[in-house]
């Protein structure tokens, strides 16, 4: 059974980057097939794809995030992170690492709260 | 870019009854990149339906999706109370994936 677990700051302070990790275990990142996503909900709405990785390191963004998205891959370690720099209120939110085969997001972590506050 | 609009946003029903959640899209997609999803409050959201139709794993069959082109549509026969949540529609399409806003099923 394929688990991700997220982790990170739970608070990151305006203008810097917020950086999470997202650790797979019951499954390898390299065994292809897969598209590795981040995806966040603002308090109280809905939910918001950022991006994916592929085990080879290519990457798509969610273009209204673009210009302020990193996603990389550790395969060595089974961890896939996400970088997202100048961060303001607005990126406070709980973000999710996800697993898409196909076209759909089978397998989900639990969530991580990130607040942005000074 | 597409869009998924959801209705109702909130549907009040008893235990036992029939939902019935719409999403509708801003243009025609395919069927095989519509999927549904049901959120708890605190938890991930939980994959019920893919391909517009296709019941994930453990998904119990009282769930059911149809619909294609531009209008789908998720069917909760015989609520139970477990079942009362948000739940989201989502499609993929240029390697981007898309929700809808939510509609709630809360209990009346």
């Known amino acids: 059974q394929v688990q991700l677990q997220e982790s990170g700051p739970g608070l990151v302070k305006p203008s810097q980057t917020l950086s999470l990790t997202c650790t797979v275990s019951?499954?390898?990142?390299?065994?292809?097939?897969?598209?590795w996503s981040w995806i966040r909900q603002h308090p109280g709405k809905g939910l918001e794809w950022i991006g994916y990785i592929y085990y080879s390191g290519s990457t798509y963004y969610n273009p209204s995030l673009k210009s302020r998205v990193t996603i990389s891959v550790d395969t060595s370690k089974n961890q896939f992170s996400l970088k997202l720099n100048s961060v303001t209120a607005a990126d406070t939110a709980v973000y999710y690492c996800?697993?898409?085969?196909?076209?759909?997001?089978?397998?989900w972590g639990q969530g991580t709260l990130v607040t942005v506050s000074s | 870019e597409i869009v998924l609009t959801q209705s109702p946003s909130t549907l009040s029903l008893s235990p036992g009854e029939r939902a019935t959640l719409s999403c509708r899209a801003s243009q025609s997609v395919s069927s095989s990149y519509l999927a549904w999803y049901q959120q708890k409050p605190g938890q991930a959201p939980r994959l019920l339906i893919y391909?517009?139709?296709s019941r994930a794993t453990g998904i119990p069959d009282r769930f059911s999706g149809s619909g294609s082109g531009t209008d789908f549509t998720l069917t909760i026969n015989r609520l139970e109370p477990e079942d009362f949540a948000v739940y989201y529609c989502q499609h993929y399409g240029s390697s981007t994936w898309t929700f809808g806003q939510g509609t709630k099923v809360e209990i009346k």
């Open positions: 391909g517009a139709s």
């Open positions: 019951g499954g390898s990142i390299n065994s292809g097939g897969y598209y």
């Open positions: 996800a697993r898409s085969g196909g076209y759909s997001f089978g397998y």
